[in-house]
């Protein structure tokens, strides 16, 4: 699983797993996920 997949997912309105998104999460608060690509995937999301 990586980000990319994740917003590109997104993206096309599909809907995310529990597991795509506690990824999300668990990147967001251990900081591996760089800030440009959480912004990528919350524009999608809005």
Known sequence: ???I???EKKKT???LTKEE???FI???VKKT???YQISALL???W
Do not use: L, R, T
């Open 1 to 3: 699983m990586n980000i």
């Open 5 to 7: 997949d994740i917003i």
């Open 13 to 15: 309105k599909q809907i």
């Open 21 to 23: 998104i506690g990824f």
């Open 26 to 28: 668990d990147g967001c």
């Open 33 to 35: 996920i760089p800030d």
């Open 43 to 45: 524009m999608a999301i």
